[in-house]
């Protein structure tokens, strides 16, 4: 018997849903909905810890490191989808943040639970990404102890890298290990042992945390306007245009206009309407000012 599995608030029955398979589909949906809400304050009781991993991931990021998450099973899955909704959302390149799980891209649909089991394996990972000093990694385990994510985390400490763990518990062995260990504690879940449930959900919104608070202090926001986004469809390049609007209060033709001007980049256009310049003088004012909107035109009214 693992008396140290069984011990866990993740492993616990919740006593408020002992009797769910008698219940009336509303009661069930009802405790689900009850318990569910307890997850944001179990968040805001953590967001200490999220402040100073996002602050230490940025500082890295800023010298040219890369931000990885790892994870298994539904942990793992929730690391891929974050990473890869930088791109669409940021402009961010597919190598800035990335999401790997156990037993790779393939378990992402078909459940490879056994991998999670061998530390060697999340070692491995690390070594194939080639984990430097200058990179963040964020491991992601509701128990706290998957050894796949355990290994990942102590080579990847072993190379330099910051470490921060995500975990469901009120301490966890990555506590040792890590930079920055950030422990939701969201109780039992509705159904014993189903980590996918509430700390499925807390784990999702702190990595909505990371990584749009380190987003904005890499200046890929704009007031609150996703002016890095990459237009590539018919509904991106129409909120590309909506943004450019928003942004400088001009017609839809004036942002049409711009946006072609800009070579299709919101940003560009921006600082090109607010400042009067042309193409290139817009660039070079939002190098000056590290991609920052508001420091790109603060630059050109100094000069």
């Known amino acids: 018997m693992d008396d140290a599995l069984y011990s866990l608030v993740t492993e616990q029955q919740n006593e408020h849903s002992l009797n769910i398979d008698i219940m009336d589909t509303i009661d069930v949906l009802k405790i689900m909905n009850d318990e569910d809400k307890k997850v944001a304050y179990a968040v805001e009781e953590c967001l200490d810890d999220i402040t100073l991993a996002v602050d230490k991931i940025v500082e890295r990021m800023k ?27 940021f402009g961010t390149e597919p190598e800035l943040v990335q999401g790997i799980m156990a037993g790779g891209s393939g378990a992402f649909n078909i459940a490879k639970e056994d991998i999670e089991d061998y530390k060697e394996e999340g070692a491995a990972d690390v070594i194939a990404k080639g984990i430097t000093e200058l990179d963040s990694v964020v491991g992601l385990s509701a128990s706290g102890r998957a050894p796949y994510v355990v290994g990942a985390m102590e080579e990847a400490k072993k190379r330099g890298a910051l470490t921060v763990s995500i975990t469901c518990n009120e301490r966890s062995v990555m506590d040792d290990i890590v930079d920055v260990p950030i422990n939701i504690v969201v109780g039992p879940e509705v ?7 509430k700390a499925g959900t807390a784990q ?81 004012l939002l190098d000056k000012g590290n991609g920052f909107v508001a420091k790109a035109i603060e630059i050109y009214q100094t000069v």
């Open 63 to 89: 010298k040219g490191g890369r931000l990885l998450y790892f994870g298994a099973g539904t942990s793992g899955r929730l690391a891929i989808l974050d990473a890869a909704e930088c791109p669409p959302t």
């Open 191 to 197: 159904i014993m042992g189903s980590t996918r449930l």
């Open 204 to 284: 999702k919104m702190v990595l909505n945390m990371i990584s749009t608070a380190t987003m904005i202090k890499l200046g890929k926001v704009y007031g609150n306007l996703m002016v890095d986004l990459k237009p590539k469809n018919k509904k991106l390049i129409e909120r590309a245009k909506r943004i450019i609007m928003l942004a400088t209060d001009v017609s839809y033709e004036e942002a049409e206009k711009y946006f072609e001007l800009s070579r299709r980049n919101p940003k560009v256009a921006i600082v090109m309407i607010e400042t009067g310049t042309d193409y290139d003088t817009a660039c070079r």
